[in-house]
């Protein structure tokens, strides 16, 4: 291995020889634990657990890590089922990022059962490329990425400060090189009015549950002009407590989603100005307030993107370009990739007149089709993962290319 890294650090073909060796060795290591990938995948699909309880999921990949000589550090930005756990140390270093919490009712119909057990492989299999030479293979297990944003505590925590690429790949019903995924939030809007007898004294009420449909029927009119991918969905999360009283608390739930942070940021400035104005026209004062963790816009990484699409290619899948104009939801690899370049590839393992969070997909999680994608998908993370570690001039084109791109709120 010696003569491998010193043959990387030299100049011309001799780079790309070296690291052809260590993908060989990548492939042997991912074929030789096939089997025990997918009993993992298996097992975290049949036992599906929830945002920030995913305390078994947890413990099985960190045993697995441990067995295998990785350093594991538990409840990370103080985040109970988190872990990080790592083999070698300083830089470069690469994050493979292992979800796995599930939906409720459906269970793993996003298929976090074979991210986890891809980000797993990868990691064990990546280890290669640091025998003898400097530099740290990191797996993250980042829970509640359904909801709760485990990556955004652990972006905010430090986790990814001293990383080179975060690298994941996610199931689908396609075959894209890269994740049009949006800025998301959720906001809470509540309006106060006054309790009065609807028929013995209706003038002396303030109907705040007439202020909150007045805002559905405003948004209604301002969705019409808001920019590609930007939308608001509301439901009424409080609405009064009986007919014969005029309701004095309102309250709704509004989902925001918008192509960009800065776009998400000046939605949610359009939810507020909405809210004050049916307020002052409805005689009710609105408060709003945010509800859940900001998703920030995925930034692609484009070269490695590529990279990895390449390794694929090996294993018969071809990646392309998403369909212009269509969004396929929010992450929170979104908030990862702001800081560091990161890749979020789908690989489909089901048709196109399919799509996830539906029962068929939970069912396709563990497919056979999805053992196939599995052993592929590890394969290329990890040999991406060796491609960062060991390739200077491939690192310094992705950090380039990162600094080059809008900040998260641009």
Same mark, same amino acid.
């Given at each position: ?11 011309g073909g001799r780079v790309t ?78 994050? &493979? ?16 059962? &074979? ?21 740290c293979v990191l797996a993250v ?39 049009? &995924? ?28 007439? =202020? ?55 939605? =949610? ?32 990484s484009g070269v490695l993107s ?59 999680? =563990? ?21 960062? &570690? ?21």
């Open positions: 291995m010696g003569d491998d890294i010193r043959r990387i650090r030299a100049p020889r070296a690291l052809d060796d260590i993908h060989r060795k990548i492939h042997e290591e991912v074929t030789g634990r096939a089997d025990a990938l997918w009993d993992i995948a298996l097992r975290l699909h049949a036992d599906p657990e929830y945002a920030f309880a995913e305390h078994r999921a947890a413990a099985l990949l960190t045993g697995e890590l441990e067995r295998a000589g990785f350093a594991v550090e538990r409840g990370v930005a103080g985040l109970p089922t988190a872990f990080a756990a790592r083999a070698g140390r300083g830089r470069p270093a690469v994050a &493979l990022l292992l979800e796995y919490d599930a939906l409720p009712g459906l269970g793993h119909a996003c298929g976090h059962n &074979l991210i986890a057990a891809a980000g797993l492989g990868a990691a064990l299999a990546a280890r290669v490329a640091l025998d003898g030479s400097p530099g297990g980042t829970p509640a990425e359904e909801g709760g944003g485990g990556k955004a505590a652990e972006v905010e925590a430090g986790v990814f400060d001293d990383v080179d690429a975060a690298l994941m790949f996610h199931p689908g019903v396609h075959d894209w090189r890269r994740a049009p &995924l949006t800025a998301q939030v959720q906001y809470r809007v509540a309006f106060h009015g006054r309790a009065a007898h609807p028929t013995g004294s209706p003038t002396e009420g303030v109907d705040a549950l007439a =202020a909150l449909i007045e805002l559905f029927n405003v948004l209604g009119v301002v969705g019409r002009r808001l920019p590609e991918a930007s939308h608001v969905q509301g439901i009424i999360t409080h609405g009064g407590t009986a007919t014969n009283i005029v309701p004095e608390y309102a309250q709704g739930l509004f989902g925001l989603r918008a192509a960009t942070t800065g776009a998400l940021e000046e939605l =949610a400035g359009q939810l507020r100005t909405c809210a004050e104005g049916v307020a002052r026209a409805t005689g009710t004062r609105a408060e709003v307030e945010r509800a859940t963790v900001r998703y920030e816009h995925f930034r692609d590529d990279r990895f699409a390449g390794h694929l290619a090996r294993a018969g899948i071809a990646l392309t370009p998403p369909v212009p104009g269509v969004y396929l939801g929010s992450s929170d690899i979104g908030n990862v990739s702001a800081r560091v370049p990161a890749i979020h590839p789908f690989v489909a393992i089901m048709g196109e007149d399919g799509s996830d969070h539906t029962p068929g997909f939970a069912e396709a999680a =563990a497919s056979g089709r999805a053992r196939e994608v599995l052993a592929a998908a590890t394969e290329a993370l990890a040999c991406t993962a060796a491609d960062v &570690l060991l390739d200077p001039e491939l690192r310094e084109e992705a950090r380039a290319r990162h600094r080059a791109a809008p900040a998260a709120g641009e």
